[in-house]
């Protein structure tokens, strides 16, 4: 990672991921580099459906194609759409999924309240 006061460069290659409530997680950019959101590149896998009380969270399909349920609704998603998901909306994704998160604001992973 490289950082300066005016950006930060980080491969993706470099960044370690880890297991979480929806799969294999990535942190591009989190709360910790202190910017207005955070970016994750997220391997959907088995899912649980939760909410974030405090975050919007913005997912655009990297690759991949699945369903994602939002409230009590089931919608189909593929590669190339992107869903808002606002503060407050039970939420998971179930399919195999690439996608990347734009978390705002940041502190998402503190903010994770499992429903399942």
Same mark, same amino acid.
């Given at each position: 990672?490289?950082?300066?006061?005016?950006?930060?460069?980080?491969?993706?290659?470099?960044?370690?991921?880890?297991? &979480?409530?929806?799969?294999?997680?990535?942190?591009?950019?989190? &709360?910790?580099?202190?910017?207005?959101?955070?970016?994750?590149?997220?391997?959907?896998?088995?899912?649980?459906?939760?909410?974030?009380?405090?975050?919007?969270?913005?997912?655009?399909?990297?690759?991949?194609?699945?369903?994602?349920?939002?409230?009590?609704? &089931?919608?189909?998603?593929?590669?190339?759409?992107?869903?808002?998901?606002?503060?407050?909306?039970?939420?998971?994704?179930?399919?195999?999924?690439?996608?990347?998160?734009?978390?705002?604001?940041?502190?998402?992973?503190?903010?994770?309240?499992?429903?399942?």
């Amino acid at each position: 990672m490289k950082t300066a006061a005016s950006y930060l460069l980080r491969d993706p290659a470099e960044v370690q991921p880890w297991a &979480e409530t929806c799969g294999q997680i990535r942190p591009l950019i989190e &709360e910790a580099d202190g910017a207005a959101a955070e970016v994750h590149h997220v391997k959907i896998d088995n899912a649980k459906l939760h909410l974030h009380k405090n975050t919007d969270e913005i997912y655009y399909i990297i690759e991949g194609r699945g369903t994602m349920v939002l409230n009590d609704e &089931e919608i189909a998603v593929k590669q190339g759409m992107v869903v808002y998901v606002p503060r407050g909306t039970p939420h998971k994704a179930i399919g195999a999924l690439t996608v990347l998160t734009v978390c705002i604001p940041r502190g998402v992973l503190h903010d994770i309240h499992e429903l399942e």
